[in-house]
C-alpha cells in the first residue's frame, strides 16, 4: 500500500489555514523587533512574515504558504518565497504583486510536495525574501518552520511550530 499524506479533511484543513492567518496580531509594533522592543523606525517601513505553512489534504499532494506583510507601508517590489522539506528545496517563487501594509491580506502560494514520505517527522521551513531584496524593519522573523508526522498508516498529524527565526 503507497503512503500518502492525509489532512483530516479539504474543509478543515482551508479552515486551520483561515483560523491560522485570521488570528495574527496585525499591529507592525506588536512584532517590531525579535527582543520585544520596538522604536517609531521600525514600525514605519515593510516587514515580511511566514504566517503559516498547511499541507492539503487533495491530490496531487501539495502545500500551501502564507505570507504577510506587518509593517507600516506597502511591499511594492517583488521578492521570492521558498518553501524548504528536510533540507532540500520543494520551490522558490516569485512574488511580484503589491502586499498591503498592517497584515491587511495575506499572499497564498502553492508548493508541491512528495507524493511518498518516508515514516517520521518532517520538517517544513518557510523562507520570505530569501534573496534579501526587499529593506524591512525586521529581517530576523523571516522564516517560520512547522513539523509533520507521516507514518505507514497513512496519516499526518501537524505539530506545533518550532518557531520562528
Do not use: Y
Not at 512574515?49 to 502545500?63: L, M, N, Y
Amino acid at each position: 500500500m503507497p503512503r500518502r499524506w492525509i489532512m483530516v479533511s479539504r474543509t478543515e484543513t482551508l479552515l486551520v489555514a483561515a483560523a491560522l492567518v485570521s488570528s495574527l496580531p496585525c499591529n507592525a509594533a506588536q512584532d517590531a523587533s525579535h527582543d520585544g522592543r520596538s522604536t517609531s523606525a521600525q514600525s514605519t517601513g515593510v516587514d515580511l512574515v511566514p504566517v503559516g505553512i498547511v499541507p492539503s489534504a487533495t491530490e496531487p499532494p501539495k502545500v500551501f504558504v502564507f505570507v504577510q506583510n506587518r509593517g507600516e507601508r506597502v511591499v511594492r517590489g517583488s521578492f521570492d518565497v521558498e518553501l524548504w522539506l528536510d533540507d532540500q528545496l520543494l520551490g522558490r517563487q516569485r512574488v511580484d504583486e503589491s502586499v498591503p501594509a498592517r497584515g491587511q491580506h495575506s499572499v497564498k502560494l502553492l508548493f508541491m510536495r512528495p507524493g511518498t514520505m518516508a515514516t517520521g517527522l518532517h520538517n517544513f521551513m518557510l523562507k520570505v525574501d530569501s534573496g534579501d531584496t526587499v529593506r524591512e524593519t525586521n529581517e530576523r522573523n523571516n522564516v517560520e518552520i512547522s513539523s509533520v508526522w507521516f507514518d505507514d498508516s497513512g496519516t499526518q498529524a501537524p505539530r506545533p511550530a518550532q518557531g520562528r527565526r
